[in-house]
């Protein structure tokens, strides 16, 4: 498989950028997606997939991050994975709406309790790899921040001791603030764009994914894999948009404005479908069908 298509992949997940992530991009390691597939599909077994961004003005989770982190899981769970969701009771719910495995709560508490509780998952669960899609990551003051820069620590687990402990993980994030952004912390504060923060995320992964849309980053990922193992593993369209049906009945909200609609980074559902047409395109053109 060329390098182009994993290169077109990139491109694809990255487009009608909002938030500046395209600035990000030269500052990405050389063929970063296809490094993303290849630590997944070289490390089978039981893989944790982390989501859940709490939107503290709804009081709800926002839309983008749990349907991308199903199309992983379901497309690792295709290739003979066990998949593991993890999150926290306040995403719970939106997660376990659209998940087919195990969804585990991993408690809102304080650092030592956070990391004793991410090394028993560790040791109990032995995960040969993790993800995190649109994950509140840990920032510099200790503290985690939403794009305003508005905390919300309180309603957010620290999940972040799991990736302390593991020597294979993919981040993926749209903001800048997301578990995985820590590989770019020294880049993202010199770039001048009214949405990347100051002080970014600290928590590093092995590999990491900028998108537009975290879902469309996951859904990139999923592309990346599929070419690696000339297998379609990419949801439908429909089911995209169901995935975002679902979790909007069950509370989850847009998260750019807070409301209540079947929407995505601002982005309604045919709007949101763009990503993963054309992904689904250039799958076709590769002979993937």
């Not at 975290?214 to 193992?229: C, E, F, I, P």
């Not at 049906?245 to 209540?260: C, D, L, P, Q, Y």
């Amino acid at each position: 498989m060329s390098n182009n298509a994993f290169a077109q992949i990139e491109d694809i997940v990255l487009q009608d950028d909002m938030r500046g992530m395209t600035a990000l991009k030269p500052h990405m390691p050389g063929g970063y997606m296809e490094s993303c597939a290849d630590l997944l599909l070289d490390h089978p077994g039981t893989i944790f997939i982390v989501t859940g961004f709490y939107i503290i003005s709804a009081e709800a989770t926002e839309t983008d991050g749990p349907p991308g982190a199903v199309a992983i899981g379901n497309a690792l769970a295709k290739l003979g994975n066990d998949v593991k969701y993890v999150t926290d009771e306040l995403s719970s719910e939106v997660v376990r709406s659209i998940a087919e495995h195990e969804v585990i709560e991993f408690p809102i508490t304080n650092h030592f309790e956070s990391a004793n509780f991410a090394n028993e998952l560790v040791q109990e669960h032995s995960p040969s790899a993790l993800v995190a899609i649109e994950r509140a990551g840990l920032i510099g003051d200790g503290t985690y921040r939403n794009m305003r820069g508005i905390e919300l620590t309180p309603f957010n687990a620290k999940i972040d001791h799991l990736f302390d402990q593991h020597p294979y993980s993919v981040g993926i994030g749209d903001g800048g603030n997301e578990i995985g952004m820590g590989n770019l912390q020294n880049v993202i504060p010199t770039i001048e764009h009214e949405f990347l923060p100051k002080n970014p995320c600290v928590t590093t992964t092995t590999e990491l994914i900028v998108a537009s849309c975290s879902n469309w980053g996951g859904y990139g990922l999923v592309s990346a894999m599929s070419l690696k193992r000339g297998e379609n593993l990419l949801p439908s369209v429909e089911h995209s948009m169901q995935m975002v049906r679902e979790i909007v009945a069950v509370g989850a909200v847009e998260g750019m404005s807070g409301e209540h609609k079947e929407w995505v980074d601002g982005r309604d559902l045919e709007a949101d479908s763009a990503c993963i047409r054309d992904l689904q395109a250039l799958l076709e053109e590769q002979g993937i069908g």
